[in-house]
């Protein structure tokens, strides 16, 4: 079967820096997403990986290890605004999107 | 980035309705429209995928006849939650691509509680 892992919650302090871990297994692979998700809204886009190493986009990093099936999302200079759910989504062979559950991130001041 | 506007936001409806959801591609052709479905604290579910021009192909265990999708138009896809229940209350998310995508636009989201 296909699966995403994600823990399920973290806690982190303004100001520090968070790693988001995520592993998959899926029937193929085209590329790893991760979403922003605040309460009642729908996720936003920050960043996809279709091949292995580090993206940088801002405060805002993502990690891509295909042959571990491993993905990590690094966020840096938290902020109280990025208390938010964090998805890991793999598109499969078929194009399809896989999602993990999300993990709930709680910035504390 | 391209825009996906979905429509309502919010709707309430007493038991036994039927609902009509709205999800357009504001700046693009989206060949391809998923619908997902979100309960509290879970992930997002796909319901159904659209193409533009033929039926809709459904997830195993999603009601094709409660829950009508139709693809018009390459920037219009409706989904209908007819003959509404509360456990069909939920939040419902419709994403557009061109089928090929690196990323997914996905509308606001419509938050439906059934009553």
């Known amino acids: 079967g296909q699966n995403i892992d994600q823990p399920t919650e973290m806690t982190a302090t303004e100001g520090a820096i968070v790693q988001i871990n995520c592993t998959y297994q899926t029937s193929g692979f085209n590329g790893l997403f991760w979403y922003q998700q605040h309460a009642g809204e729908a996720p936003t886009f920050l960043s996809y990986?279709?091949l292995d190493g580090l993206e940088e986009k801002g405060r805002f990093s993502s990690f891509l290890s295909r042959s571990k099936g491993y993905s990590y999302l690094l966020l840096k200079e938290l902020q109280m605004k990025d208390s938010a759910s964090y998805l890991c989504?793999?598109?499969?062979?078929?194009?399809?999107?896989?999602w993990g559950a999300g993990t709930k991130l709680i910035i504390k001041p | 980035g391209a825009v996906v506007s979905q429509h309502p936001s919010r709707v309430i409806c007493k038991s036994g309705t039927s609902v009509k959801i709205e999800c357009r591609s504001l700046d693009f052709q989206a060949t391809t429209m998923f619908w997902y479905r979100q309960f509290p604290k879970q992930s997002l579910m796909l319901m159904a995928t659209?193409?533009?021009?033929?039926?809709?192909?459904?997830e195993q265990g999603v009601e094709k006849d409660k829950f009508l999708i139709n693809h018009a138009s390459l920037t219009l896809s409706t989904l209908t939650v007819t003959s509404a229940h509360p456990e069909d209350s939920s939040f419902y998310i419709c994403?557009?691509?061109?089928?090929?995508?690196?990323?997914?636009?996905f509308g606001q989201g419509t938050r439906l509680t059934v009553v």
């Open positions: 994403s557009a691509g061109t089928g090929l995508d690196t990323e997914a636009f």
């Open positions: 659209s193409n533009e021009g033929s039926k809709a192909t459904y």
């Open positions: 989504a793999v598109m499969d062979s078929n194009y399809q999107l896989i």
């Open positions: 990986n279709v």
